[in-house]
C-alpha cells in the first residue's frame, strides 16, 4: 500500500497531548485540515492522574471538553503523610490536609487509558483523520512539504508536523532535541491495583472538612520519606494508582532490580500494606530516569509537545499543565502561520518561554527531595510555592481564560526572592538536623486549598509565617540550650 495524503498538520501520538491540540486548532481554524498518527489501539496507563488547577481550567475553559473531564474522579484536595516512627495509625501519623472547595479550578483524578480514548473518540466526531494502529517510519521532505511514512508505507504530506508521541520522543528524540536533565536523580516505579472484595478505608479525617469539593478518600495521596513519595490516586471505583518517586542519590540499589525494590517498600508499609492487601496488582510500570529538558522545542515548521518536549516530576502534577500551557501557545503559532502571517518571532518567543519555563520549574524540586522525612519544612517550602502559585498562576487564569497558556516562570526578581528563601529552608533543614530537633506529631492544615477567594492567599501567607517563626524559634533555643550545654561542661573540666 502506498498512498498520500495531504494536511496542514500532522500530529504524532494521540494522546492528551496531540488530541488537545488537534481540538484546539479546529476549534481556532474550522477548515483546518488536520491528521493524527497513533500507533495503538488501546491507550496504556501512565502517570499524570492527578490534574491540577491550571489544567483543569484548560480542558474545562480553553478546549472545551468539560462533558469528558466530568467524567473522572472529583479530586478532594492534596493529602501528604511524613512517616516518623513504626506502627502509628493513619490519625498518628503528621500531614498535611489540603481539601479543595468547590471553586472553577476544581481538579479531577484520571483514569488515563480512558481519558485519552474520550479525547481521541472526540477528534474523530469533529472529522479530524486518525490512522490507528499504524506507527511512523520517517520523517522527509517533499515538494517543500513534511512527508511521514507509516508502517503501512502511507504517505502523509503536511506544512506542520508535531511530535506528541510522549517519552517515544520519535522526532525530538531522534533530533536531539531533548535530552536528559541530570540536575534532578528521579526514577519511578508504579502499578494500578484492583479490588478484590471489600477495602478497608484509612483515611484519616483531621483536618478535612464537609464543605471540600470530594472526600478525603479521593484526595490525592502522598505518603512522604526521606528521598522519595509515593502516591496513591483513586483512578475508579475498584483501581487505585500507587506509585514511588525516588531520588536515586539516596536508594542506588533501586536501580539494580525496581519492581522488587517498589514491592519491597509497599509490602514494608504499615499502611499501604493493609490497604493493599484487598486488592490484587495488575500490571507494574517503571521509569529510569524521569527529568528531560529540551534546548529545541520548534524548527522549520516542526515542533514537539508534551512529554516528547521535556518531563519535570509527579509531584504537584505539572504534566497536563504544561500540556495546556504548551497547546495554547503552539496552536497560536500554526494559527498564524495557517492564515499567512509571519511566524518568525512567535515561533522564537514560544521556544524562548518554555525553555525558561522548564529551566525555572526545576528549581523547585531539586533539594526538595532531601526534606521530605521533615512534616515542618516540607509543609513550609510546598504552603510557600502554593502562595506564588495561586497569586502568580491560579488567580490570573481564572480572571482572564487567556491568562491559562502562560506557563510558571520566575523573573529576576522573584527567582532571586525565590532561591533565597529555598536556601533558608535547606539550611533550616540541616541545622534542625545537626541538633536533633524532630518536629512535632501534630497536623499542619491548609484549610482553603479550594481557591475560594483572595483570602485564601492572605491564609496561605499567615500559614508560611506561623510555620516559618515557629521552625525559627525553636531552632534558636536548641543553639541556645546547646550553647550551654557545652559551657557547663567546659567550666565543669576546669
Given amino acids: 500500500m502506498n498512498t498520500k495524503k495531504s494536511f496542514d498538520v500532522s500530529i504524532i501520538g494521540g494522546g492528551a497531548a496531540g488530541s488537545s491540540l488537534a481540538i484546539a486548532l479546529l476549534q481556532k481554524n474550522p477548515q483546518m485540515k488536520i491528521a493524527i498518527v497513533e500507533k495503538r489501539n488501546q491507550f496504556p496507563q501512565k502517570v499524570g492522574e492527578s490534574v491540577n488547577d491550571i489544567a483543569a481550567l484548560f480542558f474545562k475553559y480553553a478546549i472545551n471538553v468539560d462533558d469528558i473531564f466530568q467524567k473522572h474522579v472529583q479530586k478532594g484536595g492534596l493529602r501528604f503523610y511524613f512517616d516518623q516512627v513504626d506502627n502509628q495509625t493513619i490519625e498518628e501519623l503528621p500531614d498535611l490536609a489540603s481539601p479543595s472547595y468547590p471553586s472553577r479550578s476544581n481538579g479531577r483524578q484520571l483514569n488515563r487509558s480512558r481519558f485519552d480514548e474520550e479525547l481521541l473518540q472526540r477528534c474523530i466526531e469533529l472529522g479530524i483523520d486518525v490512522y490507528r494502529g499504524q506507527s511512523f517510519k520517517q520523517l522527509t521532505e517533499e515538494d517543500g512539504f513534511h512527508c511521514l511514512t507509516l508502517s503501512d508505507d502511507t504517505k502523509i504530506h503536511s506544512s506542520w508536523v508535531v511530535d506528541a508521541s510522549g517519552r517515544s520522543r520519535l522526532i525530538s528524540g531522534e533530533r536531539k532535541w531533548c535530552q536528559k536533565y541530570e540536575g534532578l536523580q528521579t526514577s519511578a516505579t508504579w502499578a494500578h491495583f484492583k479490588l478484590k472484595d471489600h477495602a478497608q478505608s484509612f483515611q484519616s479525617k483531621t483536618g478535612w472538612t464537609r464543605r471540600a469539593f470530594a472526600a478525603s478518600e479521593n484526595a490525592t495521596e502522598h505518603f512522604m520519606g526521606k528521598g522519595y513519595w509515593i502516591w496513591k490516586i483513586n483512578i475508579e471505583e475498584d483501581i487505585v494508582s500507587v506509585g514511588i518517586v525516588i531520588d536515586k542519590k539516596y536508594f542506588p540499589e533501586e536501580v539494580k532490580n525496581p519492581r522488587k525494590h517498589f514491592m519491597s517498600f509497599l509490602e514494608n508499609h504499615p499502611l499501604l500494606n493493609i490497604f493493599l492487601s484487598e486488592y490484587e496488582m495488575l500490571k507494574d510500570f517503571h521509569l529510569p530516569h524521569l527529568p528531560h529538558i529540551s534546548h529545541k522545542l520548534i524548527e522549520n515548521k516542526i515542533a514537539s509537545l508534551g512529554d516528547a518536549s521535556g518531563f519535570i516530576d509527579p509531584l504537584f502534577s505539572p504534566g497536563l499543565e504544561y500540556?495546556?500551557?504548551?497547546?495554547?501557545?503552539?496552536?497560536?503559532?500554526?494559527s498564524a502561520d495557517f492564515v499567512g502571517k509571519n511566524i518568525e518571532k512567535l515561533s522564537r518567543r514560544y521556544e524562548k518561554v518554555f525553555v525558561e519555563s522548564f529551566k525555572d520549574r526545576f528549581k523547585l524540586y531539586e533539594g526538595r527531595y532531601k526534606v521530605m522525612d521533615d512534616p515542618e519544612i516540607f509543609s513550609l517550602w510546598m504552603t510557600f510555592d502554593l502562595v506564588g502559585y495561586y497569586y502568580g498562576s491560579v488567580v490570573p487564569s481564572l480572571l482572564f481564560k487567556s491568562c491559562i497558556k502562560r506557563p510558571a516562570q520566575f523573573d529576576l526578581l522573584s527567582r532571586r526572592f525565590y532561591?533565597?528563601?529555598?536556601?533558608?529552608?535547606?539550611?533550616?533543614?540541616?541545622?534542625?538536623?545537626?541538633?536533633?530537633?524532630?518536629?512535632?506529631?501534630?497536623?499542619?492544615?491548609?484549610?482553603?486549598?479550594?481557591?475560594?477567594?483572595?483570602i485564601y492567599g492572605v491564609l496561605l501567607f499567615k500559614t508560611v509565617l506561623v510555620l516559618l517563626l515557629s521552625i525559627k524559634c525553636r531552632i534558636l533555643k536548641a543553639q541556645v540550650m546547646n550553647y550551654f550545654k557545652k559551657t557547663r561542661k567546659v567550666a565543669v573540666m576546669e
Fill in 419 to 454: 532561591l533565597y528563601f529555598k536556601s533558608m529552608f535547606l539550611t533550616m533543614y540541616d541545622e534542625k538536623k545537626r541538633l536533633g530537633i524532630s518536629a512535632p506529631l501534630k497536623s499542619y492544615k491548609t484549610n482553603f486549598y479550594a481557591r475560594i477567594g483572595p
Fill in 323 to 334: 500540556v495546556g500551557n504548551q497547546v495554547l501557545w503552539l496552536c497560536d503559532v500554526i
